[in-house]
């Protein structure tokens, strides 16, 4: 039977949720159902809001269970298609046509994308702590309470003035070693760089490391060049973690054809939503390529992360930021969010309800405002402005 639901409202909205803004969108329809989705391009929300404002232009009115066309008129829909601004507008309306979709058609999220093939959904923490004893702690801890899978982040990672990559590496390799000697080799272990490093840089900082003391390193340098990831591929055998910032199935082509990379960082709320994040992972799959999911925001970015880490059969580990080392951040605030995905351990628990499977209290989060926030911007020591 054809639908005739039609979209007759979109609501962006953007709070001051824990430490960052968080941008989520409802999508109300005609038949009372509604949806919610979150964009992911952090620090540049209005931007995103902007987007969605004149998408909305045209898809009130329109069928939400259509998901597939509606992506494609979202894309296809300006001379200047694609772009990170775009596809995070285009994910947000997107994962709440699912939730919508979901919600009607009375199942879960993941039932839409095939079936969900695990129950559990496995997740990797980071420690909060820089290179140091607490790092080595804080990783003890973890692998104590059932964790297998551990991301450090890099000296430095956290400076707000000044950042000096070689001083970084010399800090970070001593300490990522001996936590691999701390805890042996069961444990997946890898480090977080933020495209802070050159292609120098970052093969000297594998360099320093007894082979097999990383499982991965993510981010090592910036992404607009595959071919200089293509250098830095023939100077280190450690595996790389790739794509968070990606924003759609071309950008990835290269880095999966090529293969360039090792675990696929996608992140749902920068790619296009659940609609163009199983194209990629079909791209990943011939390739025997491993999703690895982003996943630094709100509870509606684990939700749908959740759900298509359910689905697809290639899959390593979900990024979740409220491990035993990563209390602090108050991005998944139950007040604003009463409903939300639950843990088992290390694992993320496949929700049966019908949507995403996430509750939002509106009227509080008419209530929060919006901050206008900025990264920090790091220079070295001689007064250049380098990477964030």
């Known amino acids: 039977m054809e639908s005739h639901m039609k979209i007759t409202a979109i609501k962006p909205y953007i709070a001051r949720v824990g430490v960052r803004n968080q941008l989520v969108v409802k999508v109300e329809t005609d038949s009372g159902i509604y949806g ?82 695990r129950d559990l959904v496995p997740a990797f923490a980071t420690t909060s702590a820089e290179p140091g004893e607490a790092m080595i702690e804080q990783t003890v801890l973890l692998k104590e309470a059932g964790w297998n899978c551990v991301r450090f982040i890099a000296a430095g990672q956290e400076n707000t003035e000044r950042f000096e990559p070689r001083e970084s590496i010399a800090v970070t390799a001593e300490w990522v070693t001996r936590a691999r000697a701390e805890v042996g080799h069961a444990m997946t272990l890898g480090v977080e760089y933020h495209h802070r490093l050159s292609v120098a840089e970052a093969a000297s900082f594998c360099q320093k490391m007894p082979s097999g003391t990383i499982d991965f390193i993510e981010e090592a340098i910036r992404d607009e060049a595959p071919t200089a990831y293509e250098a830095l591929r023939q100077m280190t055998n450690v595996p790389f973690a790739i794509g968070e910032e990606f924003s759609s199935k071309w950008q990835f082509l290269p880095y999966v054809e090529r293969d360039i990379l090792q675990f696929c960082r996608i992140d749902i709320c920068n790619v296009g939503g659940f609609t163009e994040a199983m194209k990629v992972a079909g791209l990943c799959e011939a390739h025997y390529i491993d999703l690895m999911p982003h996943n630094p925001l709100g509870p509606i970015c684990t939700a749908a992360s959740v759900h298509l880490g359910a689905a697809v059969a290639n899959f390593s580990w979900l990024e979740c930021r409220q491990s035993p080392a990563e209390q602090h951040w108050g ?58």
């Not at 269970?65 to 990170?84: D, I, P, T």
């Not at 507008?89 to 919508?100: E, G, P, R, T, Y």
């Not at 049966?352 to 911007?377: I, R, T």
């Open 36 to 117: 919610w989705g979150e964009s992911g391009l952090s620090y540049r929300e209005k931007a995103v809001a902007g987007a969605i404002d004149h998408y909305a232009q045209f898809l009130l009115g329109q069928d939400p269970m259509r998901c597939g066309a509606l992506w494609q008129e979202m894309y296809r829909s300006q001379y200047f298609e694609g772009g990170r601004v775009l596809t995070a507008a285009i994910a947000a309306l997107d994962i709440a046509f699912h939730d919508i979709k979901g919600k009607a058609l009375g199942v879960p999220v993941y039932q839409l994308l095939g079936g969900k093939q």
């Open 331 to 388: 991005f998944d605030n139950s007040t604003l969010f009463p409903g939300q995905i639950q843990m088992d351990g290390a694992f993320y628990v496949v929700p049966d309800a019908p949507g995403l499977g996430v509750d939002v209290n509106e009227a509080e989060l008419q209530k929060m405002p919006f901050e206008y926030a900025e990264p920090p911007h790091l220079r070295r020591t001689d007064g250049s402005f380098t990477n964030w």
